[in-house]
C-alpha cells in the first residue's frame, strides 16, 4: 500500500466517522459534500474500477471520422442548436473601381471596389481625383 492510499483511507475513516456523528445547527448541510468526498476517494482506491486511462477509442478512418461529424452536425441542425438567425450573404460588387492615392490599373497600390447602388456621384469622384489623386474606373 502507498503512502497515497493509506492516507486516502485515513480520509475516509475521518469523514465517515465525522458525518456520522455530525448534527445539523445550520441551514447549511455540510455532510453532503463531505459525503460526496468520501465517496470520491474510495472510487479512487477502488481496483475493481476502470480509471478513465484504461479507455481507448476505436479506431476510425478519416472517412468514419467525417461521415460522424457530419451526423453529429445535422443531428444539431435538426435539435435546433444552430438556429441564432444569423445569415450571410455576399455583396454585390458594383462594376466600378477606385485605384487610391496615386494607384493606376495593373499596379500595387490599395483599390476599392464599392457594392452596388454605393458608388458616388461624379462630382466626389471629380474631387476625389483633384485632392487624393484617385482614379474612378468603370468595367465595361
Avoid at 20 to 42: E, F, G, H, K, V
Avoid at 129 to 136: A, K, M, P, Q, S
Wanted: net charge positive; with cysteine.
Amino acid at each position: 500500500m502507498t503512502k497515497t492510499q493509506s492516507a486516502l483511507e485515513r480520509v475516509i475513516i475521518e469523514l465517515d466517522s465525522w458525518c456520522d456523528n455530525w448534527t445539523p445547527t445550520s441551514y447549511n448541510d455540510p455532510r453532503i459534500s463531505l459525503r460526496q468526498i468520501a465517496d470520491r476517494a474510495r472510487d479512487v482506491l477502488d481496483p475493481r474500477k476502470k480509471k478513465m486511462t484504461d479507455f481507448q477509442p476505436k479506431p476510425q478512418t478519416p472517412e468514419e471520422v467525417d461521415q460522424g461529424l457530419r451526423d453529429a452536425f445535422i443531428q444539431a441542425k435538426e435539435d435546433g442548436v444552430f438556429d441564432w438567425g444569423v445569415k450571410f450573404h455576399q455583396p454585390k460588387y458594383s462594376n466600378w473601381k477606385c485605384y487610391l492615392f496615386g494607384n493606376r490599373p495593373g499596379g500595387n497600390g490599395i483599390m476599392y471596389v464599392p457594392s452596388e447602388g454605393r458608388v458616388p456621384n461624379r462630382f466626389v469622384r471629380f474631387m476625389m481625383r483633384i485632392c487624393f489623386d484617385c482614379l474612378w474606373v468603370k468595367d465595361t
